[in-house]
Structure formats: structure tokens, C-alpha cells
């Protein structure tokens, strides 16, 4: 048997690039997949990759600034699956500029997202999740939320909250057998980055001397929803 078989795992932000290796990695180690996505063909294009590896899968339009949409992912899976094991709030947005140029809708809209968003898919997730009886939230922070860069505050500030929610949810659930761990990436190729014309920059400031790849990180995700991880929280 592989390690997830029977399970099932939420990602939003699935339709492409780290969502979508998430949830190819959780579907190829036997896991159900519900690929949440704004753009209801792209994650129906990561269903259809997920089927060619064997996997079971559903697409879902999901919008994480709007609280019931989050809602109607979790009812849909509950109505498909009766279960959910694994909510990986992985969608995001990206904005740039220097502060005294970013208008307050701009800054306010990346919260929403980054921030807010992942409140949302936790408020929808955690019920079925209790309900299952254990399981993993694992929510996509960044490098960024760490150390911080220029031209990034509303995503700089976004990712270190996410910080804060993760170790304040971690003390929540603990006792109910609900893991909540933070992923923090560094420069990774995908739809979000590849546009900004800023990879040579980045990877100058990467150990490991090239960027990453979303298989490095759905990595990670997988191991943070493992047994080998039981221990890990927060």
C-alpha cells in the first residue's frame, strides 16, 4: 500500500505550478485528490495529469477570497468522499512595488489572498478534517515571510503572518490529532515567478546555487502529511 491510500487532500491554488506538483505527488503515493482552483480549467488540466497517474481526482472553482466558496469545496468533498485528511492552502498572489507607490487596494488585495485566503480554507477544512479524526493542514508561507525583501510588503507581510496563524492554529488543534506546518520556499520556477524576470537575482542568493522546482516543495508537503511527520507540528 503507499502512504495515503484512502486519504484525500484539498489543495487550492492546484491548477499549476507548486499546487499542481502537490497534488501529483499526494495522488501518486495513493491519495484523493479535490484541486481547488480560480480557474476551474486549470485545475480540471491538473485532474486530468492526475488520472494519467492512476489517481482519483476532482476539480473544484474556488475562489479563496470569498468564504463560502471555501465552504462549498469542503461540502463538495465531503459529498464525494465523506472524509478529508489533508488541506494544503497553497494559493497565492504576488504584487510588487515600494510602499509609499502601492495604493491601499493593491496592498489589501494580497492580504486577502495570502493571508485571509488561508484563514478561509482552514475555517472550511478543519470541521471534516476533526470529523476524519486526525490530519495535516500545511500552509504555503515563503522565504519572504523570514527574512523579507524590497518591493514585496504586502507578500512580505502576508507570509510572516501566516507564521503567527500556523503556531496559534498548532496550539489549537493539537490535541485533536491536527498537525498545522508552515512550508517556506525560496525562489521556485512556477506561472507565479517565471514572469518576473528576476531568477538570476534570486538564485545569486541560493545556497544550493539553482532555483527550486515545485517537485522540491510538494515534497516537503508530502512528508508534513506523512506518518513520518506525526510529531511535527506548528
Given at each position: 500500500?503507499?502512504?495515503?491510500?484512502?486519504?484525500?487532500?484539498?489543495?487550492?491554488?492546484?491548477?499549476?505550478?507548486i499546487?499542481?506538483?502537490?497534488?501529483?505527488?499526494?495522488?501518486?503515493?495513493?491519495?484523493?485528490?479535490?484541486v481547488a482552483?480560480?480557474?476551474?480549467?486549470?485545475?480540471?488540466?491538473?485532474?486530468?495529469?492526475?488520472?494519467?497517474?492512476?489517481g482519483?481526482?476532482?476539480a473544484?472553482?474556488?475562489?479563496?477570497?470569498d468564504?463560502?466558496?471555501?465552504?462549498?469545496?469542503?461540502?463538495?468533498?465531503?459529498?464525494?468522499?465523506?472524509?478529508?485528511?489533508?488541506?494544503i492552502?497553497?494559493?497565492?498572489?504576488v504584487?510588487?512595488g515600494?510602499?509609499?507607490?502601492?495604493s491601499?487596494?493593491?496592498?489589501?488585495?494580497?492580504?486577502?489572498?495570502?493571508?485571509?485566503?488561508?484563514?478561509?480554507?482552514?475555517?472550511?477544512?478543519?470541521?471534516?478534517?476533526?470529523?476524519?479524526?486526525?490530519?495535516?493542514?500545511?500552509?504555503?508561507?515563503?522565504?519572504?515571510?523570514?527574512?523579507?525583501?524590497?518591493?514585496?510588503?504586502?507578500?512580505?507581510?502576508?507570509?510572516?503572518?501566516?507564521?503567527?496563524?500556523?503556531?496559534?492554529?498548532?496550539?489549537?488543534?493539537?490535541?485533536?490529532?491536527?498537525?498545522?506546518?508552515?512550508?517556506?520556499?525560496?525562489?521556485?520556477?512556477?506561472?507565479m515567478?517565471?514572469?518576473?524576470?528576476?531568477?538570476?537575482?534570486f538564485?545569486g542568493?541560493?545556497?544550493?546555487?539553482?532555483?527550486?522546482?515545485?517537485?522540491?516543495?510538494?515534497?516537503?508537503?508530502?512528508?508534513?502529511?506523512?506518518?513520518?511527520?506525526?510529531?511535527?507540528?506548528?
Open positions: 500500500m503507499s502512504r495515503f491510500d484512502d486519504k484525500v487532500a484539498l489543495v487550492t491554488g492546484g491548477g499549476s505550478g499546487g499542481r506538483a502537490i497534488a501529483l505527488r499526494l495522488a501518486s503515493e495513493g491519495a484523493n485528490i479535490a482552483d480560480i480557474v476551474e480549467e486549470n485545475a480540471a488540466a491538473t485532474v486530468g495529469l492526475v488520472n494519467e497517474v492512476g482519483s481526482a476532482i473544484l472553482a474556488c475562489d479563496v477570497r468564504l463560502d466558496q471555501c465552504m462549498n469545496a469542503v461540502s463538495t468533498i465531503d459529498d464525494q468522499w465523506g472524509r478529508l485528511d489533508f488541506a492552502a497553497n494559493a497565492g498572489v504584487g510588487f515600494l510602499v509609499e507607490h502601492v491601499e487596494e493593491d496592498f489589501l488585495g494580497v492580504l486577502d489572498v495570502n493571508l485571509h485566503g488561508v484563514f478561509r480554507t482552514a475555517k472550511a477544512a478543519l470541521p471534516l478534517i476533526r470529523r476524519t479524526g486526525s490530519g495535516a493542514l500545511v500552509l504555503m508561507s515563503s522565504v519572504e515571510g523570514l527574512v523579507g525583501s524590497s518591493l514585496l510588503p504586502a507578500y512580505c507581510a502576508a507570509k510572516t503572518g501566516l507564521l503567527g496563524f500556523c503556531r496559534s492554529m498548532a496550539e489549537e488543534c493539537g490535541g485533536q490529532g491536527i498537525r498545522v506546518n508552515c512550508v517556506n520556499p525560496g525562489y521556485t520556477l512556477s506561472p515567478t517565471e514572469g518576473l524576470g528576476m531568477t538570476d537575482h538564485v542568493k541560493t545556497p544550493m546555487g539553482r532555483a527550486g522546482q515545485p517537485e522540491d516543495i510538494a515534497g516537503a508537503v508530502a512528508f508534513l502529511c506523512s506518518d513520518d511527520a506525526l510529531y511535527v507540528t506548528g
